[in-house]
């Protein structure tokens, strides 16, 4: 049976209140949680961006929850760093904590000034990246000359064992290029959400595999509608310009031409709890091991109540 979870957006939902959010998910019966690290959002009226790291250390503490995020590690991100802010959240909370990581997308990465380099190069980066990680929180000595630099890097606090390192997918290409890696696997719900995890498993990929589903949800149609075209019609744009935009504007200019119709392609829309139960039971019925909802509306507390009364109990006891 699969576990589902909370996913806490940053993106739209200031850290305060976001922390507020996940120990009611605690409380409400959500099993798990996951953030994904950004600096900005992707439109301007989401209008938030937390420093994931230092928040999930107080999530962590706060709740009784098990966390993931998703990070992009090569540009922004020193390797090194990014292994020990694992390794330490992995020490302080054994068992508890879970790093998935991707090639990123410009609109977080080009604050450094660098060149935001082709799809292919990214990938050879992140390999690079994963292993550099996975070697200093086996507790190694690393140096490394290639598309990115590190010299006698060493972890001096290690978790008593090493958390997974996911990989993070949302095509049928790079779900089979992470099964080289990963010891699980996270992608985002879409049309190809099954096919992503066949092509995972079929190239010999091990671990759990974890679904992103967006979701909205409002006592009325018309409301959970409205806020799911306001909130996240900047992001329906795919590939390759979920890439390589890199300001929120850029996604608010794609977006103003998208009607709330094409918003539900991307996005389950209803106020029908039990509608939204069959949604999130077919990602379990495709093989899902984790299911984390996203109400992709700024405002969290009544979607957890109502879902940890409603929801939740459907999908674990139906």
């Known amino acids: 049976m699969a576990i589902y979870g909370f996913h806490a957006s940053h993106e739209q939902v200031s850290p305060g209140d976001l922390l507020d959010a996940v120990r009611l998910a605690d409380e409400a019966g959500f099993a798990m949680a996951m953030c994904s690290d950004h600096i900005a959002p992707w439109s301007a009226r989401q209008g938030e961006s937390g420093f994931a790291w230092s928040w999930l250390g107080a999530a962590l503490q706060a709740t009784t929850l098990r966390f993931g995020v998703v990070n992009a590690p090569g540009q922004r991100y020193h390797p090194a760093i990014v292994a020990q802010a694992i390794g330490t959240l992995a020490a302080m909370f054994p068992g508890r904590f879970w790093a998935a ?89 879409s049309p190809h959400s099954k096919q992503v995890l066949d092509a995972y498993r079929e190239a010999g990929g091990r671990g759990p595999a974890a679904v992103q589903v967006h979701l ?9 509608l409205a806020t799911a075209h306001d909130q996240w019609r900047s992001n329906v744009v795919g590939p390759p310009g979920s890439w390589d935009f890199d300001t929120p504007e850029m996604f608010d200019s794609v977006g103003r031409f998208v009607t709330p119709e094409e918003v539900t392609k991307s996005v389950f829309v209803s ?48």
């Not at 990115?148 to 958390?163: G, H």
């Open 101 to 189: 990581l991707g090639s990123g997308e410009a609109s977080n990465e080009h604050v450094t000034g660098d060149r935001w380099p082709r799809k292919e190069i990214r990938q050879r980066r992140l390999r690079e990246c994963v292993d550099v990680i996975r070697a200093l929180l086996n507790g190694e000595e690393v140096s490394h000359d290639g598309l990115v630099t590190v010299d006698r890097a060493k972890l001096w606090s290690l978790p008593a064992e090493a958390p997974k390192l996911i990989g993070a997918a949302v095509s049928v290409e790079t779900a089979r290029w992470v099964a080289e890696w990963a010891d699980g696997l996270i992608t985002v719900n």
């Open 216 to 224: 909205s949800w409002a006592p009325t149609e018309e409301e959970a």
């Open 271 to 318: 106020a029908d709890t039990s509608r939204h139960a069959d949604w999130l039971r077919g990602y379990a019925d495709a093989g899902f091991d984790e299911v984390y909802l996203h109400h992709v509306g700024k405002e969290q507390t009544r979607f957890i109540e109502t879902f940890g009364a409603k929801v939740l109990p459907e999908l674990t006891t139906g």
